[in-house]
């Protein structure tokens, strides 16, 4: 599940980016209205986590831009702004769910967790699925031939990206930006080592593999082809 956070306080802006990120969410984060709605824009998002009182558009606007655009991604206010005709004002403009600062982030995380169920897309089942291997994005588990396998939340949302793009190779750059929310450096074998490490919980055991090195391209999550190396 990728978030797009939309916060211009750099302290709950970072809580949050780190805070969703180890709960294994893939995000990014805006600093203000502006570039807040050119990310929401792009569609690739499952949630909008949105402030209130943003630099350049408010939140008001940017949910006014994101509804116009026809994006139908949940979204919700999180705001210190606490009065109740806020709090309906949010609502009626489209919102699904209005937050008022200071939170406790379980809080946030139990609806940030409810408002996926009611997500879009992929979300609507909770399921994505490769050959025999399943993907609950909802109760954050992970099952080949029906035998569970443990992730840790890291590897879980590592597995959700090649899922969600399978088929498709990708390289070590993008698996850190999204992942890893880093400038891949080529210094590192951390990527290598994470794919090396949940491949072995993919696909030891069984004969047919799922996770492949394209050699000098990156990764790719696919029922095998010739020319693709484990």
């Known amino acids: 599940m990728k978030i797009l956070i939309v916060e211009d306080e750099p302290k709950t802006g970072d809580y949050l980016k780190q805070g969703l990120g180890e709960a294994g969410f893939v995000t990014d984060l805006a600093r203000d209205g502006w570039e807040g709605l050119e990310l929401a824009r792009d569609g690739q998002y499952d949630l909008l986590i949105l402030d209130v009182m943003l630099p350049g558009l408010s939140g ?12 139908k991604l949940p979204v919700l ?11 309906v004002k ?25 408002l996926a169920r009611r997500g879009h897309g992929a979300l609507e ?24 396998i443990d992730l840790t939340a890291k590897e879980f949302a590592l597995l959700e990206l090649f899922m969600r793009r399978h088929g498709e190779v990708l390289p070590r ?57 484990p």
């Open 90 to 114: 949010g609502l009626e403009m489209g919102a699904d769910d209005y937050l008022v600062k200071p939170f406790a982030f379980t809080e946030l995380l139990a609806r940030v967790r409810n």
């Open 125 to 148: 089942s909770g399921l994505l699925q490769v050959a025999d291997l399943e993907l609950d994005l909802l109760r954050r588990r992970v099952a080949r031939g029906g035998h569970r």
């Open 173 to 229: 750059s993008l698996i850190a930006s999204q992942v890893w929310d880093m400038n891949f450096d080529s210094d590192t074998n951390v990527i290598d080592v994470a794919v090396r490490r949940l491949r072995l919980k993919i696909d030891e055991g069984h004969s047919l593999k799922l996770i492949h090195t394209v050699r000098g391209m990156g990764y790719v999550l696919e029922v095998a082809r010739e020319g693709r190396t």
């Open 77 to 87: 206010f999180l705001s210190a702004r606490d009065q109740v005709e806020d709090r």
């Open 60 to 71: 008001w606007q940017v949910l006014e831009g994101v509804r116009r655009a026809n994006l």
